[in-house]
């Protein structure tokens, strides 16, 4: 039986992590990387197909196993190395310098939606005053010790 528009086709393929998954439990620390098959054809079309997976707990065992820093874009050595634990202390850093903006940003939104709610209500009480001005500081406090906490990891990470 005849395949319907069955045509022969020839390109290249190649394996990369499609999704990286990080369990950061309290307990658990885990690191695993979705696998995909990725066919480029002649013509130019991609296809892409999920084939496996790699992955490794983070223990007090691994935390000093190092590995080299690889080229994203060659694939070659770099020269440099990492080891689990520089990974992790980055990661973490990452982690902490995207919330510091996030909680920034929301604070400077929330303030900006007060402030134009004010301009079209009534004025505030001073108590009202007293209370939002309070938050806000909350907000900033709470900017400042995650600050802290990035800057403290980058110490550790330089040691």
């Known amino acids: 039986m005849a395949n319907y528009k069955e045509t022969t086709a020839s390109g290249t393929s190649y394996i990369r992590a499609h999704t990286v998954?990080?369990?950061?439990?309290?307990?658990y620390k885990h690191i695993e990387f979705q696998e995909e098959k990725v066919v480029v054809l002649d013509d130019g079309e991609t296809l892409g197909q999920r084939?496996?997976?790699v992955a490794s707990e983070f223990t007090n065992e691994n935390m000093m196993t190092a590995f080299p820093i690889l080229d994203?874009?060659?694939g070659s050595e770099t020269g440099a190395s990492s080891?689990?634990?520089e990974l992790y202390a980055a990661l973490f850093s990452l982690y902490m310098h995207l919330a510091v903006e996030r909680d920034v940003r929301v604070a400077a939104e929330e303030a900006a939606a007060a402030e134009a709610a004010a301009a079209e209500s009534t004025p505030e009480t001073a108590?009202?005053?007293?209370d939002r001005l309070e938050e806000q500081l909350e907000y900033a406090n709470s900017a400042v010790a995650l600050l802290e906490?990035?800057?403290e990891a980058a110490r550790l990470l330089a040691e």
């Not at 998954?21 to 307990?27: A, H, L, R």
């Open 149 to 151: 906490a990035e800057a």
């Open 127 to 130: 108590a009202e005053a007293a």
């Open 51 to 53: 084939i496996g997976h």
């Open 72 to 74: 994203p874009e060659t």
């Open 83 to 85: 080891t689990y634990v």
């Open 21 to 27: 998954i990080i369990n950061n439990d309290t307990s």
